[in-house]
């Protein structure tokens, strides 16, 4: 069975985590820190990061793009079934997406959000930079407006079919979401939509989070927030 | 013919060159500024970056993820001589060091660079600063270590073939080396990696880019550096 090291909160390993409940692949959690430098992680990956995906047989897969392609050649079902969509046009949009998921919202909300909320209190039992807070907050309205706008106009963010940016954008608001840092009432579109991909039963895998001493924002596991 | 709208020393930009290149695709080259945010880019990338390649026929794909899978599509030859492994390891390994250079070396180093010598100067003709290029060097030096590392014990960046790793490593450094960032005195091993991937045809298309007002470091063109 294939296993993820990961830190329960960290985007990245959430967005494997749901391809892997999409696909039906069974998947064990290896909880652990990244920043905590250990040697043996390191020796893996120097990049000292979570989301290394160990499957049988196979090098340890590191990093989120590596473990989102090898999911898609080892375990996806046909194209229609998957996460890719099946046009070469609609492809180029999922990537886009993603992209825009994977670096630039993480550069401007997600990473702040980990950094003073997770990082800083295990690391030193510091409290999180109000300062940077609400940059993050600030920077996170923008994007909203953005999902917002497209949301407005298709059905999933990357146009008619679900894709991974889809999931993508998911695991970044589900982690926020987990520290009570979305504001839902102002986003009806994108409120809309998370409702949407929160039913499906993929979501579970990560409804079901708790970490200890840090219990889940209120609204984070239901389903009607 | 596809068209890339770009900036010369935009890194991303620079590896889709180096792929269209290898591919034997001719590509057209449309300068642009992104940080412009002229109105017309911004509809068609709402993200205010460059590396947009318009092919004839399909949408604008934006982005380096979106671009690279569309070349590999389009214009890959056989997986033989594509730029992307022929194994499932091999290319975890690949994409594990793209996203070391897209996102992890473009985030310690090269935006650092890119932001003080030639954004800040051609939006208020400000010099860069100190402080900020001081980390962007230190940060190099450490990069610098761990690619010594593995080129030590590898023909190639991901292994024992050349992969689109490879290349976008080599874009980022083509970036900073014309700007005179790249210390090569002190990195034996990576310097002798970027000699023999200098040396290939394909890099033509970028050592003869010249900038106004803005003349290549010392060795930028030069094989023997």
Not at 115 to 127: C, F, L, P, Q, S
Not at 162 to 187: I, K, N, P, Q, R
Request: with cysteine; hydrophobic share 45%.
């Amino acid at each position: 069975m294939p296993r993820l090291l990961q830190h329960r909160l960290d985007p990245a390993s959430r967005l494997i985590r749901l391809i892997c409940a999409e696909y039906g692949v069974p998947l064990d959690l290896d909880d652990m820190k990244p920043w905590a430098r250990d040697p043996a992680l390191l020796e893996i990956n120097p990049a000292a990061t979570g989301c290394i995906l160990i499957d049988d047989g196979e090098a340890p897969v590191v990093g989120v793009l590596g473990a989102i392609h090898a999911l898609e050649e080892r375990y996806a079902p046909t194209a229609i079934a998957g996460l890719f969509p099946a046009t070469s046009g609609q492809r180029a949009e999922m990537w886009r997406l993603l992209e825009w998921v994977l670096i630039k919202f993480n550069d401007e909300v997600t990473r702040y959000v980990i950094e003073e909320k997770i990082v800083k209190r295990d690391k030193r039992g510091a409290t999180p930079e109000p300062g940077v807070l609400r940059v993050a907050k600030a920077n996170l309205v923008e994007h909203m407006l953005y999902f917002n706008w497209l949301f407005a106009t298709r059905q999933w963010i990357a146009g008619e079919t679900m894709t991974l940016a889809d999931f993508a954008l998911a695991a970044h608001f589900s982690s926020l979401d987990y520290l009570g840092d979305v504001t839902w009432e102002t986003s009806v579109e994108t409120r809309q939509w998370y409702a949407r991909i929160k039913s499906r039963p993929a979501f579970r895998t990560l409804l079901n989070d708790r970490i200890a001493g840090m219990p889940a924002a209120k609204g984070y596991a239901d389903l009607d927030f």
